[in-house]
């Protein structure tokens, strides 16, 4: 089974180091640490001309030697993408840093893991915490970006949900039809705002456009925060458009997520409202 979303993270490379005074090159030793990557595209299936829609989100782990490995959180857009909503993906690459903030990664997955993250992708620095990387497979087009994480002392739980947030995603819901089964795509957009109490529990106001046609919905829900800043959340509410999400802290003010409900290929950018740049002092 070939896996798509080749991209798929990456590149995280040197996303920890900031030369833009010129100062030094960039190099492998600059990407150390924990990060967060959220991978959006589309995928062609394997021996067809059918693309699909995809969206994955994860955590990576790189030792500043060339080496990184991590998990994510599959949402494809078919079932003839041989992946399924809310599938694990793993991530196991060797990566090269050159001096200018460019570089590229080689898949080295493990046929024993879980479901891999395969093929190559090339990689530029936008800042000092992220990284925008996209896909040089000819059969995929997916665009990557990849923050440094940033917990507090403690680590991420469920109190670094605390406050309002202002949130936004975008994406489509996606139908497959006939045999081999073909996307159906109906564009989506949101908007809205959450408050969560810090304790696992949250309510949202959102307005949503979906092919045009402009929604309104309130919904309420729950949400569990790892240590690592795996977000898992729940909306409780009668049939909410976005049901069920997957997502991953990057600093007490800022994380992203995706759904893991069927047809609903949609990432989401969340910021806290009102809060000094705490992470940074």
């Given amino acids: 089974m070939r896996m798509l979303l080749a991209p798929l993270m990456v590149v995280l490379v040197a996303a920890h180091a900031w030369a833009g005074d010129g100062s030094r090159g960039f190099r492998n030793a600059d990407l150390t640490g924990n990060y ?14 059918i693309a699909f829609l995809v969206v994955v989100i994860g955590t990576v782990f790189s030792d500043g030697q060339g080496t990184m490995q991590g998990t994510g ?17 793993s991530l196991s690459i060797t990566y090269e840093v050159e001096a200018d903030g460019t570089g590229q990664w080689f898949a080295a997955a ?9 093929g190559s992708g090339a990689m530029v620095i936008g800042s000092h915490d992220e990284v925008h990387v996209v896909s040089t497979q000819p059969d995929r087009v997916i665009y ?49 705002r ?10 949202a106001a ?21 240590r690592d800043g795996i977000v898992s ?24 997520a995706i759904t893991t409900d069927p047809g609903r290929v949609v990432s989401c950018a969340f910021t806290a409202q009102g809060r000094p740049d705490e992470d940074h002092d």
């Avoid at 493990?110 to 395969?118: G, R, Y």
């Avoid at 959102?206 to 790892?226: I, K, M, R």
């Avoid at 959340?233 to 992203?256: C, K, Q, Y």
Wanted: net charge neutral; hydrophobic share 35%; aromatic share 4%.
């Fill in 144 to 192: 990557t970006t990849v923050k440094k994480q940033h917990p507090p002392s403690r680590g991420f739980s469920n109190a670094t949900l605390r406050g309002a947030w202002a949130f936004t995603c975008h994406g489509a819901l996606v139908t497959a039809t006939g045999a081999p089964p073909t996307p159906v795509i109906v564009p989506v957009a949101v908007m809205g």
């Fill in 73 to 89: 959180t599959v949402n494809p857009g078919g079932p003839a993408s041989g992946l399924t909503p809310g599938q694990p993906v």
């Fill in 194 to 203: 959450m408050t969560n109490d810090g304790h696992g529990t949250f309510s």
């Fill in 206 to 226: 959102v307005t949503a456009t979906t092919n045009g046609v402009v929604t309104q919905e309130n919904f309420t829900g729950v949400n569990d925060v790892s």
């Fill in 36 to 49: 967060s990557w959220l991978a959006q595209g589309s995928a062609v299936v394997s021996g067809t001309h």
């Fill in 110 to 118: 493990n046929p024993s893991d879980l479901p891999s993250v395969v």
């Fill in 233 to 256: 959340a729940t909306a409780t509410s009668t049939e909410p458009l976005l049901a069920n999400l997957s997502g991953v802290v990057d600093n007490r003010h800022e994380f992203r």
